[in-house]
């Protein structure tokens, strides 16, 4: 069972255009956090959402809490090629970040 | 300011074999968690210590796996009798507290293959 559902699976698109991926589950998070991942890399922490309808921008991607604190969005504007990678979303269920549930990921592919 | 340091990156084993993977967490950082990756799969919890304790084990297979974090040295993940479905991309990660805004540090991973 997989409690995090991310969507799409895979998205290719040309530099310049918007797009926005999808993390849902059916569980309520205490935090969600967003994570990028190169190939033969660890992820690397993008974001943390707390609070129910909260959203964040770090630069041209906006990241967006659900209300009820069991989905999330990322959104990013005019993609540039170095937006290429892996997104993963990670929900907490616990306070604590102890036993994060991670999402199978959103491979993104920007072409110049 | 190193990170979170893994070796070895890749390791190659036979099946039977025993597997061990050093995880040095970044300085001050004395939470340890331990995740594993396999192909086309999330992350998935397996184990979090803090120094010389194990405080949650719960994503740990029963048997041939275990975890330590000694008060001096490196974490270490430990594969007993590896067999092909241990093969996979094995992530540490640290931080300084636990919390909602704890940050995690992932290390790049070591790369395990079973033949």
């Known amino acids: 069972t997989q409690l995090l559902e991310q969507s799409p699976q895979f998205l290719s698109i040309q530099e310049g255009e918007n797009l926005t991926v999808y993390c849902n589950s059916s569980s309520v998070f205490s935090s969600l956090q967003w994570y990028r991942q190169e190939p033969g890399e660890g992820p690397v922490l993008l974001v943390t959402v707390v609070t129910g309808g909260e959203v964040k921008k770090l630069k041209r991607l906006t990241f967006q809490f659900g209300d009820a604190r069991k989905d999330s969005s990322l959104h990013i504007t005019a993609a540039q090629p170095g937006d290429t990678g892996l997104y993963l979303c990670a929900g907490d269920l616990n306070f604590g970040n102890e036993k994060l549930t991670f999402g199978t990921g959103t491979r993104l592919t920007i072409i110049p | 300011n190193a990170g979170v340091m893994q070796n070895p990156r890749h390791l190659v084993r036979r099946r039977g074999q025993e597997a061990r993977l050093r995880c040095s967490p970044m300085?001050?950082?004395?939470?340890v968690y331990w995740y594993r990756q396999l192909p086309e799969e999330g992350l998935k919890f397996m184990v979090y210590l803090q120094k010389e304790n194990i405080i949650d084990e719960s994503g740990m297979p029963k048997e041939r796996f275990s975890a330590e974090f000694p008060k001096e040295g490196p974490s270490i993940l430990r594969i007993q009798q590896v067999v092909r479905g241990d093969s996979a991309a094995y992530f540490c990660a640290s931080s300084p507290y636990t919390g909602n805004n704890s940050p995690l540090h992932f290390g790049n991973g070591t790369r395990l293959t079973v033949t």
């Open positions: 300085k001050g950082h004395s939470h």
